[in-house]
């Protein structure tokens, strides 16, 4: 199977920062998706991007699907951002990194 | 709120029994997705199913079985219950095959005992 890589593995932010999370995979993909995961466990879809640049308010996400990586832009953090961050690739079938767990203190 | 709905949210069981987990799919979605994410761990593919049939398979043993109803909602029945199968899972709907898009319920929490 792909493998995906993310990191860091985990990040502390004070309120307001910015971050960049980032995602490494194996090989090509058709499919590229971030997701951010609530404390309860829900997984919430932030971009389809299998190829690049996407903005939605203070998040952006970049692919470069020829370098097979993708990164996550969180800037001016707010405590409700923190949780667990995943990089999924594929296609009929995802594989997932094993996430950034971000952590944003007031 | 993705539309995908699962239940049962928590539940407790013993080795060795059998569990069945539930899950209806955003509507006009098709394919329905199941994962298994174990703590501390991204999520695990487990089976796919498109149109009531099922449409890839990942590493997961027979005992792992499911199924895709008319309305497109699914069921995840596990057999012979271990320990590890302890986890949280999460039901996934697409409007194709392709998987373009994907939008996941709130997951089950399985706690095996």
């Known amino acids: 199977g792909i493998q995906v890589e993310q990191s860091p593995p985990d990040l502390i932010l004070q309120e307001g920062a910015n971050s960049t999370l980032r995602c490494n995979f194996s090989d090509s993909v058709n499919n590229l998706q971030w997701f951010h995961q ?48 995943f990089c999924a690739v594929g296609g009929n079938q995802f594989y997932f990194g094993t996430g950034t767990s971000l952590t944003v203190i007031p | 709120e993705t539309g995908v709905t699962q239940s049962p949210t928590h539940l407790i069981k013993t080795r060795g029994q059998q ?51 008319p309305n497109y909602s699914s069921e995840l029945n596990v057999n012979a219950l271990e320990l590890d199968d302890s986890a949280l899972y999460l039901c996934a709907s697409s409007s194709d095959s392709s998987g373009n898009t994907i939008y996941f319920g709130e997951g089950s929490w399985l706690t095996v005992v």
């Open chain 2, 19 to 69: 569990v069945t987990l539930r899950c209806s799919s955003q509507s006009g979605h098709n394919t329905v997705s199941w994962y298994q994410q174990a703590l501390g761990q991204g999520p695990q593919f487990i089976f796919q199913y498109y149109r009531e049939e099922e449409n890839g398979r990942g590493n997961f043993p027979p005992r792992f079985s499911g199924l895709q109803f």
């Open chain 1, 38 to 85: 609530n404390p309860w466990g829900q997984l919430i879809n932030l971009f389809y991007i299998p190829s690049g640049t996407k903005q939605n308010g203070r998040l952006s996400a970049t692919t470069v699907a020829t370098e097979r990586y993708s990164l996550l832009y969180i800037s001016s953090s707010q405590t409700t951002d923190s949780g667990v961050y």
